[in-house]
């Protein structure tokens, strides 16, 4: 079946503008979690939506990190006003429960010039 | 503050022989422990898991032995092979705490076997 998809793959785009990355998770998975890369570190956690609970955004770096999960599915990652430092590769995964394995795809490399 | 490390960046290995991937963490609540594998381009995929209830783990070639005294763990390959060759991220959730696997990884080890 089809795994967790994200696009765009790539996405290069100038300091102090907006981006959306978007993840589809598994079809019937109820757990999204968003992680980001940067060069030479492990992932980090972001936020984590389960159902319809508010999501968990204690790991998001500033306020201007935002994210949403429309109709239990889709999930969009929105950075406003980006910096440098905000270059990385953003990673999305889904799980079918809270506790159970998580399935990773293949994440958006973002680039800020 | 790091809380799983990763302290091997690389690792290289003979194809046939032993592969051991170590992990330390400092976060005592942590009670569930991962090893993912990562392909280049591609994200992540589960390997072998272990909860802190446990001291070791099988999956076929590869084992995964925790010390919780120490606060370490490593993963065991044998033998090598050459499709073993990848990015391996260690990581640690406090599961029963959180009620979900907010992972939180290592830096990786790339690991390469070589023919």
């Known amino acids: 079946g089809a795994g967790v998809s994200q696009s765009p793959s790539n996405k290069v785009t100038e300091k102090g503008k907006d981006v959306e990355l978007r993840c589809d998770p598994i079809?019937?998975?109820?757990?999204l979690y968003w992680y980001r890369q940067s060069l030479g570190q492990g992932l980090e956690f972001l936020i984590y939506?389960?159902?319809?609970?508010?999501?968990?955004k204690s790991g998001l770096p500033s306020d201007r990190f935002s994210a949403e999960r429309t109709g239990g599915s889709v999930s969009t990652l929105t950075i406003q006003r980006t910096q440098q430092e905000d270059s990385a590769v953003y990673l999305c995964a889904s799980s079918l429960t809270p506790n159970a394995e998580q399935y990773f795809g293949p994440g958006t490399r973002l680039t800020v010039t | 503050d790091q809380q799983v490390k990763q302290n091997s960046p690389s690792l290289s290995v003979q194809e046939g022989r032993i592969s051991i991937l170590n992990c330390d963490y400092t976060?005592?609540?942590?009670?569930?422990f991962l090893w993912y594998k990562k392909y280049p381009a591609e994200g992540p995929t589960f390997l072998i898991s272990?909860?802190?209830?446990?001291d070791k783990n099988e999956d076929g070639r590869f084992t995964v032995f925790l010390n919780k005294s120490a606060k370490h763990l490593s993963l065991h390959i044998v033998p090598s092979q050459p499709g073993d060759s990848a990015v391996y991220f260690c990581?640690?959730?406090?599961?029963?705490?959180?009620?979900?696997?907010?992972?939180?990884f290592g830096q990786g080890t790339r690991l390469t076997i070589n023919p």
């Open positions: 939506f389960q159902g319809n609970s508010a999501p968990d």
């Open positions: 272990i909860s802190s209830i446990k």
């Open positions: 079809s019937g998975h109820t757990a």
């Open positions: 976060n005592s609540m942590f009670d569930y």
């Open positions: 990581a640690a959730s406090a599961l029963r705490i959180q009620g979900a696997q907010k992972l939180v």
